[in-house]
Nanobody, 127 residues
């Protein structure tokens, strides 16, 4: 699977951005797709995940109520709608794909569950 993110940029605090991740290479029916982010000097952090067919979603506590993960099945595209952005949301955002969709709760919060990664897109939130 090849993953390619887009949609990052510079936004003021309180603003919104929508990230996209285009997938290609194989069907996503048996996968969970996720968004992670990595700030300078920090570890890669789980943001949100979605089971491609069932649509089951999980979010990090830090983004609940502000971010929404979604997918367009026919176009094999993953999205992350980010509202009320804060300076601490500044990071490189990566999409990733993990084979399987039975995990619940925090199962897909671990980056090690994911086999495929995109290069990332920079999001910078100014105060």
């Amino acid at each position: 699977i090849q993953l390619s993110e887009s949609g990052g940029g510079l936004v003021q605090a309180g603003g919104s951005l929508t990230l996209s991740c285009a997938a290609s290479g194989r069907t996503l029916n048996h996968y969970t797709l996720g968004w992670f982010r990595q700030a300078p000097g920090a570890e890669r952090e789980f943001v949100a995940s979605i089971a491609w067919i069932a649509g089951t979603q999980y979010y990090a506590d830090s983004v609940k109520g502000r971010f929404t993960i979604s997918r367009h099945g026919a176009e094999d595209t993953l999205y992350l709608q980010m509202n009320n952005l804060k300076p601490e949301d500044t990071a490189v955002y990566h999409c990733a794909a993990a084979l399987g969709y039975y995990g619940t709760g925090t199962y897909y919060h671990a980056a090690s569950r994911y086999q495929y990664w995109g290069q990332g897109t920079q999001v910078t939130v100014s105060s």
